[in-house]
Structures are given as C-alpha cells and as structure tokens.
C-alpha cells in the first residue's frame, strides 16, 4: 500500500503569495514615484515650453510683409510702385493632400504650367506652415468663383498683397532692375525672418543694389484661432517698418529723349552732370519689360530673351566693352601737351598712311587722301590718325596708360550698380600675361587712335569726358540723389570727389577743349553734321570715334562699303561731348553698334536737356513733392 503524498502546502502558497503582493506593491510604488517625478518635471520645471505649446494651439504669430520703398526720379515722377493684387496661397501643413488639392483647383482658377513650376520651387525653399503663393493677380471671376468654393479648400486662401510694378515698362530696365522670387541661394544669404513674409527680392540694378533700403523690416500678429484653426481675432500686433523711397538722379525726360534717339539701333548712351557726377541717362537698346519677371518668367520665354540676337538682357551701358576709337584722342593730346612731348607749333604731313621705320606694314588714315599738313587742332577736329600715331610713338605706351588711368579708364566707375565691368588699358605686362606675346611698337602705334587692346564701357567715357569738362575734378558717377524713410526728412546724397587731374599748365586744357569745338563747327570737323538739323544754342565741344568690327587693309571708298556689307560687320560709331563749354550742365557719351547715328542721337539728347527751363534746384522740387 502506497503512502499518501499531500497535493497542496497552504503554508508555502500564502508565504509566496505574500511574498510576490510585496514585490509588486514595491513595483508600483517606484513606478508612481518615477511619474510623480515626471510630472513635477514637466509642469515645474518645463512650465514655460508647454505653456507656449499650449498656446500655439490657439495662437499664430503672423509676420507681416513690409511696404517696400518706391523709386522716384529727380523731378518726382514714379519709376517702381506697388500695386494692390489679389493671391492664391496654400499653406501645406494644413492641406491633407497636396496633389489632389491642386487638381481641383486647376478646375476653379486657370494654373499654368509657369505657376505650378513655381510653387513647386518655393515649396521646397520655405517651410511647411509658410503661406506660399500659388498664383498672383487673380482676376475678379477667379476670386469669385474660389470665395464659392473655399469650404473645399483648408488651408487654401486669397490673400491681398501688393505687388512690384514698373509703369514705364522697358524704359528703365536696365537702370531699375527688377524684383523676383527669392531662390536657394538667396535664402541662404539674406536675414530669414525679416525676410518670413516675404517672397521677392531685388534682382538687378537699383532693386538690388539698395534691397535693404528699399525692403523694410518685417511686423507681427497674434492671431487667435478656433478649435478649426480660422482665424478668429488679432490680439496684439508689431507693424512692419516700410522700406525708403529712392530718388535717382536720372531725368524722365531725359532718358525718354534718349531712348528715342537710339530707337531702332543697338547702342548705349550715358548723360553725366559734370559738377557732381550725377547719371542724368543711362540708356541700353534694345531693352526688356522688368514687369514678366515679377509675375515670374517661363523658362521658355526667359530663354527666348537670353539667346535674341539683339541681346536685350545685356546692359551696354555698364557691361558693352568697346574700342575707345578716336575718342582717345583729346586725353593723349593732354598728355603730349603736358609732358612737352608736342606744343601748339607741331606739325605732321599726313600722306593717308604712317608706316614705322624697317617694316612694310602701313597704318592708314581715317582719310584716304590724308589731311596734309596738320597741327593738334586740326588733328582732333579732323581726326587725323596719322598725327596721333606720331604722338602715340613719341609718349609710349606707359605714358599713355598713365593718362587713361588718371582719367579712370581700366577700373570700375564705383557707380552703385553691381553689374559694372571695367574696361582695359592694354600694357606691356598685361599682354605678356594675357597673350603670351611681348608688346611691339606696332601695338603702341594703334593704341593712339584706341583700337587694339583697349577697352571701355559707355559709362568710362562719360565720366572720362565729364572730367575733360571740369578741367580735370573727377567724381565718381552715382544714381541715388536721395532717400527718405516715409514720415521722416528727405535724406540728399552728397557728391564723391575723386583724385584730380593736374596738368603743368591749365592752358592745356582750353587748347585741347577748343579743338574739341572745332570738331562740330569747322567745315571739315568729324561731326559737322551736328548742325544739319540747324543752328545750334549751345557752345558744344565734342570727339567721334569709328570703332572697327572687322580689319580693312584698304580703306578707299570706305563710306560706301559700310552701307554694302552686311551690318553685323559694320562699324561701331562713338560720340563724346560736353555743354555749354563755358559752365557744362551735361557730359555725354553715345555708342551706336553696327549704326552710324550717334551724332543725330547726340543732337536730340543735348537739344532736349539744354532746352529745358533750369531755375529750380531739383532737391527742392523733391521737397515739395515729398511734403504733398
């Protein structure tokens, strides 16, 4: 018979029972300990943090975009404004489904391919809570039909906004620039929260050079929200600062003239104010409507306007670099002058060619026939080549980078543009660097009627004649004649003198100045066309320039042959000049490619400025203007 083996122990289930209650019940209570610990963690010592949490729940902080400035000219008239337009902006957090929410859209406001395109971008530079826009300048029938529909749309709505717009369209393109959408790159490089509210940027010219004038500073608002997020009411706000208007110193009129001078043809032409260096014109044809940038250009259409033959987009003005031709004349004449190297009795006998002494090579006149016997006076007004070939032999070619380089050529003018280039004065050692090649006294020779090597932009030649006008006081060109921060005192900008030019004897200078003269009124002057279109009420001193594109060995009949080549072969044509001689109020350079007008162009630019009424001081007029 078996022994009975218990089933149970009741006294070692209760003592382990017991045992496991305590082991848990010490669990419990180290777990309510680590969640007190918790809790006092996150309401004492984390209070602030989810306090703020718990009120972006109910608050938004909105930033607010500022006015941008407005341009103005001299005389007051607007240049860049902002008008008022209605845009379509998605804010994506918000949207449950982007993709779809844009198809239905496309069904209610016309997208094009550009505002897609667009949006896209933007969408990947800005973030999520961002108001993007989707498209700008609705029309009335858009608003309308999407003010039907935006139950459908959260996170989708019409925003007013102001928007840049440019009035005289192409006239002041390439003066003002224009403003467009902040790309990558410039999101890295600008102020992200005063830029927050915003979403174009100056691009080029004025808009750009002055984007931290003309922006402002961002403002704020606490908006409360419901429990859907609407907006229900502004609890406090901190208004944006609106940025500074902008007065130029160009003149509407003026450049309207200019314009219409050079219409048709390629070229450039600067007006400067001898006495303060003020841009009076600055003008590049052909021009483009900065207004397609603003709304966003297609790459299709930018395209079109980058590779047009007639190069639209490029600023001829700032960046054309172009022979200084025989406008280099006059300021070589000074130096001779000053260094004693010609006096007023010199003379050279111009057969039609000069030919250096051991070579066979011949260098022939602007004249076919040759001039005969000239002296200084008649080789500026004629433009006698062979004369200056002489001179340029007698000075060499360091005194002749000396002069240039006093009067600014081979350096950027400082103007407050940034797309400025600065020309060349061609030396030994920039040759050797360049080319690979020494200097020969063959470059020398063509340097001294400015072709070979050297190089200026328009903008160089007007200041560089600006400053044969004042006798040698050089300013540095500029546009900003003011800016005023609205509610505030119009602010003037001040002239920037520059290192003058010092002759031996200021004679020179009325020598040099009076041939300049002769180029308009002797019979056999280079502009003697001046006065075709009659008398003129002005004292003008004045240099033309032919400016090669292709090489003539022959230069008989030449006259005629420019009208029968093709015209991307024919020469450029430069015109300089200052008026009155007596007490100059304008220095003027023009520059016509493949065109022969830049005398006609001169005629119409100085009548029109020389004609106006001038007894009001233009900052004046600006304070009256500022103060209505």
Not at 283 to 310: C, M, R, W
Not at 494 to 513: E, K, S
Request: with cysteine; glycine share 6%.
């Amino acid at each position: 018979m078996h022994k009975r083996i218990p089933i149970k122990n009741h006294h070692k289930e209760v003592k382990l029972i017991a045992e496991r209650s305590m082991q848990g019940l010490i669990i419990i209570c180290c777990l309510i300990f680590l969640l007190l610990i918790r809790l006092a963690y996150l309401q004492i010592y984390k209070e602030d943090v989810y306090t703020t949490l718990s009120q972006q729940n109910w608050l938004d902080l909105v930033p607010i975009e500022p006015t941008r400035g407005l341009i103005y000219d001299r005389n007051g008239i607007l240049l860049a404004e902002n008008i008022p337009v209605f845009s379509l902006d998605i804010i994506p957090v918000k949207v449950g489904d982007l993709t779809k929410t844009l198809a239905e859209l496309q069904k209610i406001v016309e997208l094009t391919d550009s505002d897609l395109s667009q949006f896209k971008k933007q969408l990947k530079q800005h973030r999520r809570f961002d108001e993007i826009p989707l498209k700008l300048r609705l029309t009335e029938q858009e608003v309308a039909r999407f003010t039907e529909n935006q139950h459908r749309f959260p996170g989708v709505a019409i925003k007013a906004r102001l928007m840049r717009h440019y009035p005289y369209g192409n006239k002041f393109s390439h003066v003002l620039g224009y403003v467009g959408r902040i790309n990558a790159q410039e999101l890295t490089e600008i102020d992200a929260t005063n830029y927050s509210a915003s979403h174009y940027i100056g691009k080029l010219g004025i808009e750009k050079y002055y984007e931290d004038e003309l922006h402002g500073q961002v403002g704020y608002e606490e908006v409360e929200n419901d429990a859907s997020g609407k907006s229900v009411r502004i609890l406090k706000e901190i208004k944006s600062l609106p940025g500074k208007n902008i007065y130029l110193t160009l003149d509407s009129g003026l450049q309207f003239a200019a314009e219409k001078a050079l219409d048709g043809h390629r070229g450039a032409i600067v007006a400067i104010q001898p006495e303060t260096g003020q841009v009076l014109a600055m003008v590049s044809t052909p021009t483009y409507d900065p207004n397609v940038f603003v709304l966003g250009i297609s790459q299709k259409d930018y395209k079109q306007l980058q590779h047009a033959e007639n190069r639209p987009l490029f600023n001829r003005a700032l960046r054309g670099l172009y022979p200084l031709a025989s406008t280099i004349k006059p300021y070589l004449a000074l130096q001779a002058l000053n260094l004693g190297v010609v006096d007023l009795s010199y003379t050279v006998s111009d057969p039609g060619w000069f030919q250096l002494r051991n070579y066979s090579r011949r260098y022939h006149d602007s004249s076919p026939n040759g001039h005969g016997i000239v002296n200084l006076n008649s080789a500026i007004a004629f433009s006698c080549d062979v004369y200056f070939y002489e001179v340029a032999l007698k000075l060499g070619i360091k005194r002749m980078d000396d002069i240039l380089t006093q009067f600014g050529f081979g350096a950027v003018t400082g103007i407050d543009l940034e797309e400025e280039l600065g020309g060349l004065v061609a030396s030994p050692e920039w040759k050797k660097k360049a080319k690979g090649v020494r200097w020969y006294e063959g470059d020398t020779v063509i340097s001294g009627i400015g072709q070979g090597f050297m190089q200026a932009t328009p903008l160089q030649l007007a200041q560089a004649v600006a400053t044969l006008a004042n006798r040698g006081q050089r300013f540095m060109p500029y546009l900003l004649l003011g800016d005023q921060t609205p509610g505030k005192e119009y602010v003037p900008q001040q002239p920037i003198p520059l290192d003058t030019v010092t002759l031996r004897d200021p004679a020179y200078w009325d020598i040099v100045i009076d041939a300049m003269q002769d180029v308009v009124l002797h019979p056999r002057g280079t502009a003697r066309r001046y006065r075709a279109t009659g008398p003129i009420s002005y004292t003008l001193a004045a240099k033309t320039g032919t400016a090669q594109v292709v090489s003539r060995r022959n230069p008989d009949e030449e006259d005629n042959k420019q009208d029968t080549m093709p015209e991307k072969w024919r020469d450029h044509h430069l015109f300089i000049a200052f008026a009155p001689v007596e007490k100059p109020k304008i220095a003027i350079a023009i520059i016509t490619e493949n065109s022969n007008v830049a005398i006609e162009a001169a005629r119409v630019v100085l009548d029109h400025y020389l004609g106006k009424k001038q007894n009001v001081k233009h900052t004046e007029v600006q304070a009256e203007k500022t103060s209505a």
